[in-house]
């Protein structure tokens, strides 16, 4: 099944990022590679504003180990990118997050992808709970089904 482009009303939070003119690759437009560090970027600076990811020295990480990314249209220097972030999964241990980017002022997704973080102990990198205050900051960002409620 092909996918589709979401719009901006499938996400629940929104940062801006500044495309950088070394993003762009020798065709014009922000290379592939790039996406995946908008995906990088949105959530972990949402989790630091949240104040549940102390990079430096926390006790839990989360560690990548699945990631995709599906191309609509191409971004490129100058855009601006607001990547709009939502959880699709939030488990014991893990979450599924999903990120579309989107150009500038438009509605619908150049690019959505996902990535899944597995949160372990920094020292013995061995799965561990989310930590209540880290769950709570996720579940702000689990998307309700449309008919939650009726």
């Known amino acids: 099944m092909k996918p589709t482009a979401d719009t901006r009303s499938a996400y ?72 709009g972030l939502r959880v699709a999964r939030l488990g014991n241990s893990s979450v599924r997050y999903e990120v579309g980017l989107f150009r500038n002022d438009e509605d619908v997704a150049a690019a959505q992808g996902h990535f899944v973080h597995v949160y372990v102990d920094r020292a013995t990198r061995r799965p561990v709970p989310l930590p209540a205050a880290l769950r709570h900051a996720l579940q702000a960002l689990v998307n309700e089904p449309a008919d939650a409620g009726a």
């Open 12 to 83: 629940r939070h929104f940062q801006p990022i500044t495309t950088r003119w070394m993003d762009n690759d020798v065709y014009g437009h922000v290379n592939n590679v790039i996406y995946y560090s908008y995906f990088d970027t949105v959530v972990n600076t949402y989790l630091i504003r949240q104040g549940v990811l102390d990079i430096e020295a926390g006790d839990t990480i989360g560690l990548v180990i699945e990631t995709q990314c599906n191309y609509f249209s191409a971004l490129s220097f100058p855009d601006t990118v607001v990547a």
